[in-house]
T-cell receptor, first 116, second 114 residues
Framework: AQSVTQLGSHVSVSEGALVLLRCNYSSSVPPYLFWYVQYPNQGLQLLLKYTSAATLVKGINGFEAEFKKSETSFHLTKPSAHMSDAAEYFCAVSGIGGGSNYKLTFGKGTLLTVNP | DSGVTQTPKHLITATGQRVTLRCSPRSGDLSVYWYQQSLDQGLQFLIQYYNGEERAKGNILERFSAQQFPDLHSELNLSSLELGDSALYFC?????????????FGNGTRLTVT
C-alpha cells in the first residue's frame, strides 16, 4: 500500500518569499510522485512528476521538487512566490504492480496563501 | 483547459434520489477515473476504466456505479443519496491508464444533497 503525508494544511508566505510545501510518501515499491495544483473552482492540474530519471524535477510556473529516497520526501519549492501561486497543492503517489497501484493516492492538500 | 468536460457543474437533489454525472475525456485518452473530494475525506479514488473495461476500484460505495461507453465517455451513477454524499466529484483522464501517466482533471460536478 502507498500513502502520502503533506505536512501543514495551510502555508502562508509573503510575495517574493520562498515557497516550501512538504510531502512525505510511503510505498513498498519504487514510487512515481506527482504534484498537482488546484485553483479555486477548478480541477487539478499537473505541476510536475518524478519518474526516477532525475531526482530534481522542474515543473511549470517556476516550481520544482526534489526526490530524496533516504528521507522518503518529495518537497515542492519555488524561490519567489507570486500572488497567482495562491491555490491548493496536492502531492500524490503511484506505484508499479497493477491492481490498486493503478490509482493515484493523494495527500490531504496544502492551501498556499500569498500575502502582498 | 484540460480538455476533460464534466456535466452538470452543479446538482442539487434530495436524499433518496438518484443522479447521473457525465464525463467526456480528453481527446485521445482511453482511461477515465472518478474521484470524490470532500472537506473531511480529501480526494478519494472511486473507480477507473480503460477503453470500456473496469480497471481498478477504490472506495466506491455499492450505491454508486459507473461505466465507460464505446465512445469513451463515462457516467457515474449515484443512488439512494444521503447527506454525506454531498461533495465535488471529479473525472480525470489519461492516455493509457498506467501508473505513471499524468491525469487531466475536469472542473468537477458539485453535488449537494438536501
Amino acid at each position: 500500500a502507498q500513502s502520502v503525508t503533506q505536512l501543514g494544511s495551510h502555508v502562508s508566505v509573503s510575495e517574493g518569499a520562498l515557497v516550501l510545501l512538504r510531502c512525505n510518501y510511503s510505498s513498498s515499491v519504487p514510487p512515481y510522485l506527482f504534484w498537482y495544483v488546484q485553483y479555486p473552482n477548478q480541477g487539478l492540474q499537473l505541476l510536475l512528476k518524478y519518474t526516477s530519471a532525475a531526482t530534481l524535477v522542474k515543473g511549470i510556473n517556476g516550481f520544482e521538487a526534489e526526490f530524496k529516497k533516504s528521507e522518503t520526501s518529495f518537497h515542492l519549492t519555488k524561490p519567489s512566490a507570486h500572488m497567482s501561486d495562491a491555490a491548493e497543492y496536492f502531492c500524490a503517489v503511484s506505484g508499479i504492480g497493477g491492481g490498486s497501484n493503478y490509482k493515484l493516492t493523494f495527500g490531504k492538500g496544502t492551501l498556499l496563501t500569498v500575502n502582498p | 483547459d484540460s480538455g476533460v468536460t464534466q456535466t452538470p457543474k452543479h446538482l442539487i437533489t434530495a436524499t433518496g434520489q438518484r443522479v447521473t454525472l457525465r464525463c467526456s475525456p480528453r481527446s485521445g485518452d482511453l482511461s477515465v477515473y472518478w474521484y470524490q473530494q470532500s472537506l473531511d475525506q480529501g480526494l478519494q479514488f472511486l473507480i477507473q476504466y480503460y477503453n470500456g473495461e473496469e480497471r481498478a476500484k477504490g472506495n466506491i460505495l455499492e450505491r454508486f456505479s459507473a461505466q465507460q461507453f464505446p465512445d469513451l465517455h463515462s457516467e457515474l451513477n449515484l443512488s439512494s443519496l444521503e447527506l454525506g454524499d454531498s461533495a465535488l466529484y471529479f473525472c480525470a483522464s489519461s492516455v493509457d491508464g498506467i501508473y505513471n501517466s499524468p491525469l487531466h482533471f475536469g472542473n468537477g460536478t458539485r453535488l449537494t444533497v438536501t
